[in-house]
């Protein structure tokens, strides 16, 4: 089953725009991770943010996590075309056990 | 390349055959997981090893299949009599033994079509 569960479900944009997406979970965690898959590719990791982290930075990406809400986010800053991919975040469990939601298809337009 | 690799990237098989895959983790990783993936879903846990040890199986992992990983270091996973609903991208991730707080590095994956 499905830990967690992305919002939108799909996203388009224009380069240059941001592109913001959500991912809502249900059970405890010892940390968050987002991921970006291109087509029909493997899973490139993105960002982790821990449990008792609340923001995180990488490059154009901004993370947070809301522990209370048992919600994250993930903002895109000045998209690019190579941006384009399924963006999926995951609860990590344990021993790096990953419980992914269905997933953001986000298309970036030049 | 030192990252995961997985093989064959493809596979098409016919209904009731027996079909095995590879992966070959990150070589200092002693943590090796195996996901499936359907159309338009995330990946799905199917187990979990750590060095030669299968520690967890999913309720997903059928009797069908079976994961092996004799020296801690390469992993087999076969589907045996497979059937249509296997179809799905398999994929392989490994990461290094350093607590919960590390991300996984995955392989490419290897698609399965059963015909």
């Known amino acids: 089953s499905q830990q967690g569960e992305e919002d939108p479900q799909a996203l388009s944009i224009q380069e240059g725009e941001n592109a913001t997406m959500n991912c809502s979970y249900k059970?405890?965690?010892?940390?968050l991770q987002w991921y970006r898959q291109n087509s029909g590719r493997g899973l490139v990791h993105l960002i982790l943010?821990?449990?008792?982290?609340r923001e995180k930075h990488s490059g154009r990406l901004r993370v947070t996590l809301d522990t209370s809400k048992k919600s994250s986010s993930l903002l895109i800053t000045a998209s690019r075309a190579a941006d384009t991919a399924s963006y999926f975040c995951a609860t990590g469990g344990s021993w790096g056990k990953l419980q992914f939601g269905a997933g953001t298809q986000v298309v970036v337009t030049p | 390349d030192t990252g995961v690799s997985q093989n064959p990237r493809h596979k098409i098989t016919k209904r009731g055959q027996n079909v095995t895959f590879r992966c070959d983790p990150i070589?200092?990783?002693?943590?090796l997981y195996w996901y499936r993936q359907t159309l338009g879903q995330g990946p799905e846990f199917l187990t979990y090893?750590?060095?030669?040890?299968?520690?967890?199986k999913s309720r997903l992992l059928s009797d069908r299949f079976s994961a092996e990983r004799p020296k801690g270091s390469f992993s087999t996973l076969e589907i045996q009599r497979t059937e249509q609903g296997d179809s799905a991208m398999y994929l392989c991730a490994s990461s290094p033994p350093h607590g919960a707080n590390t991300e996984a590095f995955f392989g490419q994956g290897t698609r399965l079509t059963v015909v």
């Open positions: 090893f750590q060095n030669e040890a299968q520690l967890e």
């Open positions: 059970t405890s965690i010892n940390n």
């Open positions: 070589s200092e990783h002693n943590r």
């Open positions: 943010i821990r449990s008792n982290e």
